[in-house]
């Protein structure tokens, strides 16, 4: 038996509602502040992701799935292609590429859609996960570099959890101030690990000479204590960044979005600048960030663009949904009648029916005049129905139908003009 491959999942109904609840209501919140969708390839030159994401991130160092695409005729090269494992590279490249930047506004895109990762699969953790998310680029005349950007992303962000029902997120916030800063405490950060990093684990041995930064991202246990120990990022940001962070804050407790500063919160791509945040949830475990985001003023420009800073983010689809359901939100779209055609000659009639209730808005599911009256009620039972429609020769004669309510057993004549309304619920 052939089965899907490790780390990949089919998505099932009734699941499958609810994941289409969770964009269908994506959809309306992003629309309310003006986003609108950008759909880029699933797969892209290799070197997108080196350059954009960072070659000394977890995802360019082992996380992605490359392959050497040969040419087709001998005199095509071959070119090394790669699944996309994130989407604000797409994005920029497509904002470079079409020039939106000569349009002179704000860009704010968003993106629903799959990303893969060549991670150990766990609950929450996936080689083919799903993300939604947004950006907001554009020329700095544009206002794409004010903190008001900032804050409202991340009130749109707390109103879509809100409007999805999710109640136990908590917003992490952070600034990596901008690559001056970032490179003085890298350096800080440099002199701090020398006399102690030969006690931390293999990885941050590595990263404390490639990407010292990296450090604060380490989950093992016995390398914490030091790492609380190490120098604050908050004492290296410069003025500017300083007053940037505040602003961002300022905003954010005007209109009441609790928040908690988490200092260690750098995030795993290199691209970050200034505000970086995390949602997180507890029912999560260890998988606990829901989405994470922040500003990117120089991604554009290390991919050859125009100046174009931008702030965005990215959910974890799957993530969000674990959540919901930790927290009991199930959204299995329920069936409001089964139609039970009852004798020779009766399919017709049925359909006929169904159709006329189906067009005004009435979810219905339609049985077979094969079908006794005994296998109906069982077929409208499995199928989830609210009501049972019977639907014989007298039925048609009168125009009146036998309409049983099937969890409460009650049972109603109902007018075929009055129907579409009794059902629709
Ligand atoms: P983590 O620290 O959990 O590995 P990350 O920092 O690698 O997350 P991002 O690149 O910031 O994640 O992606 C944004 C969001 O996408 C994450 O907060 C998470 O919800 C989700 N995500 C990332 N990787 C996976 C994955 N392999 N499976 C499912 N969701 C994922
Ligand atoms: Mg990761």
Redesign the pocket.
């Known amino acids: 038996m052939i089965r899907a491959i490790r780390g990949t999942r089919d998505l099932l109904p009734p699941d499958t509602d609810l994941w289409n609840r969770v964009e269908a209501k994506v959809r309306n919140v992003f629309a309310r502040y003006n986003f609108h969708e950008i759909r880029t390839p699933v797969f892209e030159d290799t070197s997108l992701f080196a350059r954009g994401v960072g070659e000394e991130t977890d995802i360019v160092t082992k996380e992605m799935f490359t392959w050497e695409d040969k040419g087709r005729a001998a005199s095509e090269k071959s070119h090394s292609l790669t699944l996309r494992p994130?989407n604000t590279a797409g994005v920029v490249r497509a904002y470079i590429e079409h020039g939106l930047d000569k349009q002179g506004k704000l860009q704010k895109l968003y993106y629903i859609g799959p990303q893969f990762?060549r991670?150990r699969p766990q609950k929450?953790?996936?080689r083919q996960?799903y993300?939604i998310g947004a950006e907001v680029i554009g020329p700095p005349s544009a206002g794409s570099e004010s903190p008001a950007r900032d804050a409202e992303v991340l009130e749109m962000l707390a109103t879509l959890l809100d409007e999805l029902g999710l109640r136990g997120w908590t917003l992490q916030l952070n600034s990596v101030g901008c690559a001056a800063d970032r490179a003085r405490y890298n350096q800080a950060l440099r002199e701090a690990l020398k006399p102690v990093v030969h006690l931390m684990c293999e990885d941050c041995q590595r990263r404390a000479e490639t990407n010292p930064l990296r450090v604060l991202d380490c989950k093992v246990p016995e390398d914490q204590p030091i790492i609380e120990k190490l120098p604050k990022i908050s004492a290296y940001l410069d003025d500017a960044c300083r007053k940037n962070f505040a602003q961002v804050r300022a905003m954010l407790d005007a209109v009441g979005i609790l928040y908690t500063i988490n200092e260690r919160m750098v995030?795993?791509?290199d691209y970050y600048t200034r505000t970086t945040f995390?949602f997180t949830h507890g029912d999560l475990g260890a998988?606990g960030?829901?989405?994470?985001g922040g500003r990117y003023d120089g991604l554009s420009e290390s991919l050859d663009g125009p100046k174009a800073p931008g702030i965005g983010f990215?959910?974890?689809e799957?993530?969000l949904i674990l959540a919901l359901q930790a927290e009991g939100v199930v959204a299995a779209e329920s069936l409001d009648a089964y139609i039970a055609p009852l004798g020779a000659g009766m399919n017709s009639h049925a359909l006929k029916l169904a159709r006329e209730l189906r067009r005004a808005g009435v979810r219905c599911d339609l049985g077979d005049e094969s079908f006794r009256l005994k296998k109906s009620f069982e077929a409208a039972g499995k199928s989830g129905a609210h009501y049972i429609v019977i639907l014989g020769e007298n039925e048609v004669q009168s125009n009146e139908f036998a309409v049983k309510n099937l969890s409460a057993g009650t049972q109603e004549s109902i007018a075929r003009d009055e129907l579409a309304n009794y059902l629709r619920r």
């Open positions: 994130e990762r991670e929450g953790r996936y996960f993300q995030r795993g791509l995390e998988q960030a829901v989405l994470g990215a959910i974890g799957d993530r």
